[in-house]
């Protein structure tokens, strides 16, 4: 199946929740809103002719300018050979959406790191926490409002220096 039949199915199939469908796109995919990742998630899964059994990435994205985040998932069928994206777009105050760890294993790793760089909620995860930050740090460091602290348990958060001087190091 091409990106253009994929996108035709999706709409068939869920008409209201497709916010925007790119199949001609370099990065072909549809849009939806984050309280519909489980059923299209399901779908893509599980229809025979679709078989999206490979999760290649899960990512997220950050619009602060439009108060939004979403999540990408790069699916490809392996049977298939076809390769689509679904991105799920959810506001930034509440960002909580079902996790698909049980229909790809290998969401699990990418779900920790969004919720840990970027603080989205997956309901369902089965060990959802921090990641790659300590349990006690403050905040989402990928977010584009996010203010680096100056420093953490007494480590500075940044190495300043006058830029006037002459290093003591060669250069």
């Not at 025979?48 to 899960?58: K, T």
């Not at 509440?94 to 840990?116: F, I, K």
Request: a negative charge; hydrophobic letters at 45%.
């Amino acid at each position: 199946m091409d990106a253009i039949q994929i996108a035709n199915r999706l709409q068939e199939q869920f008409a209201t929740a497709i916010l925007a469908s790119l199949p001609r796109e370099k990065h072909p995919r549809v849009h939806i809103a984050a309280a519909s990742v489980r059923p299209v998630a399901e779908f893509l899964f599980h229809e025979p002719d679709l078989a999206f059994d490979w999760l290649s990435c899960l990512t997220a994205v950050d619009y602060v300018a439009d108060n939004e985040l979403a999540v990408v998932y790069d699916l490809r069928s392996m049977k298939h050979g076809h390769e689509f994206a679904v991105k799920a777009f959810l506001g930034r105050e509440q960002p909580v959406m079902a996790s698909v760890t049980d229909l790809w294993p290998g969401a699990n790793w990418h779900e920790r790191e969004a919720y840990d760089l970027m603080g989205i909620v997956f309901e369902g995860h089965p060990d959802l926490r921090r990641i790659l930050l300590p349990e006690d740090w403050a905040g989402h460091p990928l977010r584009k409002d996010y203010v680096f602290p100056r420093e953490y348990h007494g480590i500075p958060g940044s190495y300043e220096m006058d830029w006037q001087q002459k290093p003591d190091y060669p250069v």
